[in-house]
């Protein structure tokens, strides 16, 4: 008797939990839906730089309990990945000389963060740091280069100075614009400096500090025309396009003595 009871018991107790769990009203969780307003950029011999829109939705149905909070998006750029070296320099006498030097064998080329208003509002920094949310926390992240300690602290910061100075590493607080309270819009500007290759692009949706979904995408940065003849000629015929260029110079030099020399 007892065990046919201990067995009701179990049986009741998940009955009651599978209700809880498919009532109406019951807790879930939003979803994110984002795209591109182009997945190919193309440069070309008057390429100035690239204009893209990344856009979405929030998407909820009845079942959704109501946030108390506002949504908050964080929208993350990744260009392709490049080896870059930081040295730093000291003065000897009238020359300047390399000392310590940091490597950075994975940063990407181009970076940008946009999100719908101060990221220290939106989320906390352990969970900034962990899934690499603005800036500061992708380069100061562990695997952003070898980690030693604090010596290699002022060699991210001389990095990410740099790239700023270019417009390759940037941050917009107020980048995302909500149009209604779920549908959203981010313009980025894709400088000219930027190099070809593959973007990544994610898309954090946040509230009350909590993070309920992120959406992963890409597009392309391409050569085309006389840009796209020139690299592949550079790749593929590296030694002739190498004599080439020499020769070009040699004649143009040549040209030019000629045409300004003095009898």
């Known amino acids: 008797m007892m065990q046919i009871s201990t067995i009701a018991i179990r049986v009741l107790a998940l009955f009651l ?3 809880a769990v498919t009532a109406p ?18 440069i070309t011999s008057d390429y100035t730089g690239s204009s ?4 979405g939705t929030i998407e909820s149905d009845a079942q959704t309990v109501p946030r108390v909070g506002s949504y908050d998006i964080v929208i993350t750029i990744r260009g392709p990945r490049q080896a870059m070296t930081i040295r730093e320099k000291s003065a000897f006498g009238f020359i300047w000389l390399n000392r310590e030097q940091q490597k950075f064998p994975q940063a990407p080329a181009f970076l940008g963060v946009f999100s719908s208003r101060p990221i220290a509002d939106i989320t906390s920094e352990a969970l900034r740091n962990r899934l690499k949310i603005g800036l500061d926390a992708v380069v100061g992240a562990p695997d952003f280069t070898n980690d ?44 000219a400096t930027a190099p070809p290759g593959n973007y990544e692009v994610e898309v954090a949706l946040f509230v009350d500090t909590a993070l309920l979904s992120r959406h992963f995408s890409s597009f392309e940065l391409i050569k085309s025309g006389f840009e796209q003849q020139v690299g592949d000629i550079a790749r593929e015929w590296s030694l002739a396009y190498g004599l080439a260029t020499a020769l070009l110079a040699v004649f143009f030099g040549w040209l030019a003595n000629v045409l300004f020399r003095r009898d």
């Open 148 to 191: 030693r300690d604090t010596r290699d602290e002022p060699f991210r910061q001389a990095l990410l100075r740099l790239k700023k100075q270019d417009n390759l590493y940037l941050q917009n607080e107020k980048g995302v614009v909500f149009l209604t309270p779920s549908l959203f819009k981010a313009s980025v500007y894709i400088p």
């Open 52 to 55: 893209l829109a990344v856009f």
């Open 17 to 19: 939990l599978m209700g």
């Open 25 to 42: 009203g019951g807790a879930k969780a939003e979803n994110l839906v984002a795209a591109l307003s182009n997945t190919q950029l193309v």
